[in-house]
């Protein structure tokens, strides 16, 4: 590892030689395993450190480099690829030695099934991780006015800001939610836990990016409350001591990780959630004065002051993005013939089932389709085991199981159409494909509470966006994205559509439920839009249950 670069005009290490600088925060999980690869492929790198605690991932700054405004961040050369799924995919393609994935498409599909899977359980883990640890030290270290203040040197966003006093209020989870949430990651270690039944990693025989994603999540359920041991876990239990002494996993373990899992398990904290937990009149001195001085601690240890009391401007980001090109390599392709049956599992009003099924008649496949709303409702539960999102689409292809949108998109072009169709072949085209991709799936914060209320008529009083304006302001804000990039190009990547295209297509069309949605400010989008309608091949006569 290199040095922490604090100013754009601060020079890389000697032994960085590939211009690799990466924005990240030290207690990140998502950070952890892109450290934990870059460490495996011996490549040296310098970071930025992103002050999440007080939104510098909402800065201007940052979003111009991560348009989702999560860490971590990948600058190489002059390329910038965010999400760390994305970035790991790219690094094991740009540096192939050391191989972190699996060439046989099956097997791939597989890992990123697991890295799938991980970011479906993130999902459940960051509120929770808020509620049960961010509220509590947040609510007794400042006030509800200075928490706006330090939120406000980044962010002026209204939904950024009502998220913030979520957490100091300790609104995040409903009891009912935290009990919800709990259920279902407990659930989802116990599937863990099968798939590690008689084996020693999670995909083959063999270390892949499948262990990678999932570890350093994992390991930081303890902190929530939610035990690991070899009793409840025996196989899970097993895996993980045997990771922890790889040299790359104890290495990307920073301190800051490790004080925060000093805290999280500190008895002092215990006793301050406790005393929390009781309504003002029903606390008693202890409880009064153990928040107190818990509170006046932590504020100095969080430097809350500091940060109230500085006039100065938020910082301008340290931008390393325009050192040297790099140059792509190409990506061979494989493909697979065989007479297996395709079978799609899929809900008609999803736009995930829509573009796989639109992808099938591209490639000509003929499939036969099931038609579910809810996954539980399949007798299979093999799809239920494979999907703790339990969401659809899944595929089933002979003997072999896949679910995730985008691992099923990769398998059937990898296997099914010939090399550069569909997806790109080169590591730089592709990342950036990824990353389009990666922006859509991190749309569903706004997208999700507008479909529903207008497509799939329910109530979602958990959203992270709770107004229908605020929702529809960030789905613009993407919305100029698309526009800037179709403004000299017929489709997202160049002259020919491709699944990317497809994708953002579904998730559009099912704009079209939300009332006041419009694409009059976006003619580009507009005209694409239409252009990708008449790419599409008509609708292939496909049996369906």
């Excluded at 601690?297 to 301008?316: G, H």
Aim: charged share 25%; net charge positive; with cysteine.
């Amino acid at each position: 590892m290199g040095r922490l670069l604090a100013s754009s005009y601060d020079r890389l290490s000697d032994t960085n030689h590939e211009g690799l600088v990466l924005y990240s925060t030290p207690a990140s999980p998502c950070v952890r395993r892109v450290i934990i690869t870059l460490l495996e492929k011996r490549l040296d790198f310098d970071w930025v450190d992103v002050d999440l605690a007080n939104m510098e991932q909402r800065s201007a700054d940052y979003l111009a480099l991560n348009p989702n405004g999560f860490v971590p961040a990948l600058c190489h050369g002059d390329q910038v690829i965010f999400e760390s799924a994305v970035i790991n995919q790219y690094l094991e393609e740009q540096f192939p030695v050391r191989r972190l994935m699996p060439k046989d498409p099956y097997l791939l599909a597989q890992v990123q099934m697991w890295m799938a899977k991980e970011g479906a359980m993130a999902k459940l883990f960051r509120p929770m991780m808020y509620h049960r640890l961010g509220a509590p030290v947040t609510h007794i270290t400042r006030t509800a006015a200075e928490a706006e203040q330090i939120s406000r040197r980044y962010t002026s966003d209204p939904a950024d800001l009502a998220w913030e006093h979520k957490i100091w209020s300790m609104q995040v989870l409903s009891a009912q939610e935290e009990a919800d949430i709990e259920r279902r990651l407990i659930d989802w270690l116990d599937q863990v836990d099968r798939a590690l039944q008689g084996k020693r990693y999670l995909v083959g025989d063999a270390f892949s990016q499948a262990d990678i994603a999932l570890y350093p999540r994992v390991t930081m359920l303890p902190m929530l409350g939610i035990a690991i041991t070899q009793a409840r876990y025996p196989n899970l239990y097993i895996w993980m001591s045997n990771l922890e002494h790889h040299s790359s996993f104890e290495k990307s373990l920073s301190e800051q990780s490790r004080k925060l899992q000093a805290i999280a398990r500190s008895p002092i904290l215990v006793k301050v959630k406790g005393a929390l937990s009781k309504s003002r009149k029903d606390r008693s001195l202890l409880d009064r004065c153990t928040i107190y001085l818990a509170g006046k601690i932590l504020r100095k240890v969080m430097k809350v002051d500091s940060l109230l009391t500085a006039t100065v401007e938020p910082r301008e980001l340290p931008v390393f993005s325009n050192i040297t090109p790099v140059l792509p390599r190409e990506i061979g392709s494989n493909s697979l013939s065989n007479n297996r049956e395709l079978l799609l599992y899929v809900d008609r009003l999803s736009s995930e089932s829509r573009r796989i099924e639109m992808l099938l008649r591209q490639l000509q496949l003929p499939y036969r389709s099931i038609t579910l709303t809810d996954i539980n409702q399949s007798p299979l539960n093999r799809i239920d085991a494979l999907n703790c999102a339990s969401t659809l689409p899944v595929l089933n292809h002979g003997s072999r199981w896949i679910s995730d949108g985008s691992a099923i998109s990769e398998y059937l072009i990898s296997s099914f159409s010939k090399a550069g169709c569909w997806m790109p072949t080169n590591t730089v085209e592709r990342a950036s494909y990824r990353m389009w991709l990666a922006l859509e799936t991190g749309t569903h914060k706004e997208i999700t509470p507008l479909l529903d209320r207008y497509l799939y008529k329910k109530s979602n009083p958990s959203a992270f966006i709770s107004t229908e304006k605020n929702a529809l302001t960030r789905v613009y804000r993407q919305l100029k994205r698309l526009e800037k990039q179709l403004r000299n190009s017929r489709f997202l990547l160049g002259e020919r559509v491709q699944f990317v295209d497809i994708a953002w297509y579904t998730q559009l069309q099912n704009l079209n439920h939300v009332p006041n949605f419009s694409l009059v400010e976006f003619c580009s989008v507009s005209k694409w839009l239409s252009r990708v309608k008449a790419e599409m091949k008509p609708e292939m006569s496909v049996e369906s249950e």
